[in-house]
């Protein structure tokens, strides 16, 4: 299994909090990124980074921002958190120098977010 | 903007059966597509990797292949087991390193 760790794995948090997820690899993966899953959407990429302090919007951006300051490191926060933010988080990463496995996205085990 | 659509969203099967998990796109401008598998409560975990100049992979019991040109990925799963329950996502890579998700299908093999 690839070394990816999610914290937390599970949040409670109120409506107007800001909330930090944090994703830590162990692999030297250049990119990492963070998705959301909900039932009838799937998985919605929301940010996405290609090296340090390298970092793209996706699809589902708003309301949420992102920070790499180590290849190991990419935070997800939600500046004020929404109901509607209440939803399961995923991390990935991918880019390896393997040639046989450098293309292969790898994911974490998710972290949980209820906002009340 | 690049859709990924899976049919069935669910399917039920006896154990021992060979099935065929349907993927389709869009774009076939793709740089690559790949398998997973996620189990309830759980994270996905890759299952195969197609490069878009290949035509298949194989693992074990699983063979996945890529028709580019129609837009089509299918997933077989020989001798199916009820360990194999689980809901199976195909995902397409294309010239950004951004992947696109299909919805999923839910598969329930019983013993």
């Known amino acids: 299994d690839a070394g990816i760790t999610q914290s937390p794995r599970h949040k409670v948090t109120e409506t107007g909090t800001p909330v930090t997820l944090r994703c830590h690899q162990t692999?030297?993966?250049?990119?990492m990124y963070w998705y959301r899953q909900d039932p009838g959407h799937g998985l919605r990429l929301i940010h996405y980074?290609?090296?340090?302090?390298?970092?793209d919007k996706g699809e589902v951006s708003d309301g949420y921002s992102v920070s790499r300051s180590k290849t190991e490191d990419f935070l997800l926060t939600l500046e004020s958190a929404t109901s509607s933010q209440t939803s399961v988080y995923f991390c990935?990463?991918?880019?390896?120098?393997?040639?046989?496995?450098?293309?292969?996205?790898?994911f974490g085990e998710g972290s949980w977010l209820t906002v009340v | 903007k690049q859709e990924v659509t899976q049919i069935p969203a669910a399917l039920s099967v006896p154990e021992g059966e060979n099935l065929v998990l349907n993927c389709s796109f869009t774009?076939?401008?793709?740089?690559?597509l790949q398998w997973f598998r996620q189990d309830p409560g759980k994270g996905l975990t890759s299952l195969l990797l197609i490069q878009s100049s290949q035509r298949e992979q194989t693992s074990g019991r699983l063979n996945a292949s890529l028709d580019k040109s129609s837009g089509r990925s299918t997933l077989y799963i020989a001798a199916s087991q009820p360990g194999d329950s689980a809901t199976y996502l195909c995902?397409?890579?294309?010239?950004?390193?951004?992947?696109?998700f299909g919805k999923g299908t839910k598969l329930t093999v019983n013993p």
């Open positions: 995902a397409v890579r294309g010239g950004s390193e951004k992947l696109v």
């Open positions: 990935a990463i991918s880019g390896s120098f393997d040639r046989e496995t450098g293309n292969t996205i790898y």
């Open positions: 980074s290609y090296g340090v302090k390298d970092t």
């Open positions: 774009d076939s401008a793709i740089y690559n």
């Open positions: 692999e030297n993966h250049r990119y």
